[in-house]
């Protein structure tokens, strides 16, 4: 039982370091002048157009989709290292709360970091990024409750 706990300590160590990792890397992106902000996000819209153009239609990916994209696929990676750390940790509606509230705080820091920056700063955007957190959450709660599923009917097999 011991050697349990010991694994679940050292699991939720990792995911927490993988939850710094990820807001230390959205909070660097909002620090960068307006200019390498919009190189960055061009060089990244080239890449990815050809992708989303299948699924938007030709010649409707735009710098300002691939953004706000970036902005919900950043804080959906957030959002299931939350979950993840609420699951190890034991899942209570305390720790959903409390996963919930801080992908809204790293989303409203990241926001202000960006008037601090002399860039933009968008109630939308935070928006975003919360929605981005909750479907994360949700993303992975759902395929925890399908692995879960899978090996109950396993069991009864």
Same mark, same amino acid.
């Given at each position: 039982?011991?050697?349990?706990?010991?694994?679940?300590?050292?699991?939720?160590?990792?995911?927490?370091?993988?939850?710094?990792?990820?807001?230390?890397?959205?909070?660097?992106?909002?620090?960068?002048?307006?200019?390498?902000?919009?190189?960055?996000?061009?060089?990244?819209?080239?890449?990815?157009?050809?992708?989303?153009?299948?699924?938007?239609?030709?010649?409707?990916?735009?710098?300002?989709? #691939?953004?706000?994209?970036?902005?919900?696929?950043?804080?959906?990676? /957030?959002? *299931?290292? %939350? !979950?993840? $750390?609420?699951?190890?940790?034991?899942?209570?509606?305390?720790?959903?709360?409390?996963?919930?509230?801080?992908?809204?705080?790293?989303?409203?820091?990241?926001?202000?970091?960006?008037?601090?920056?002399?860039?933009?700063?968008?109630?939308?955007? #935070?928006?975003?990024?919360?929605?981005?957190?909750?479907?994360?959450? /949700?993303? *992975?709660? %759902? !395929?925890? $409750?399908?692995?879960?599923?899978?090996?109950?009917?396993?069991?009864?097999?």
């Amino acid at each position: 039982m011991k050697e349990k706990s010991a694994v679940r300590r050292r699991i939720a160590l990792l995911l927490l370091a993988a939850i710094l990792l990820t807001s230390a890397v959205i909070w660097l992106q909002s620090v960068k002048s307006v200019e390498v902000s919009r190189r960055q996000s061009a060089r990244v819209t080239e890449f990815v157009r050809p992708m989303l153009e299948k699924v938007t239609g030709k010649g409707t990916v735009t710098d300002h989709l #691939v953004r706000k994209l970036a902005h919900f696929f950043e804080f959906f990676l /957030l959002g *299931c290292e %939350l !979950l993840a $750390l609420s699951l190890v940790r034991g899942l209570t509606p305390q720790r959903l709360f409390n996963a919930a509230f801080y992908g809204l705080f790293v989303g409203l820091a990241d926001e202000t970091i960006q008037i601090l920056a002399n860039r933009g700063s968008l109630v939308s955007d #935070v928006w975003i990024d919360f929605a981005g957190t909750l479907c994360g959450m /949700l993303a *992975c709660l %759902l !395929l925890y $409750l399908l692995a879960l599923l899978i090996r109950k009917r396993k069991r009864k097999a």
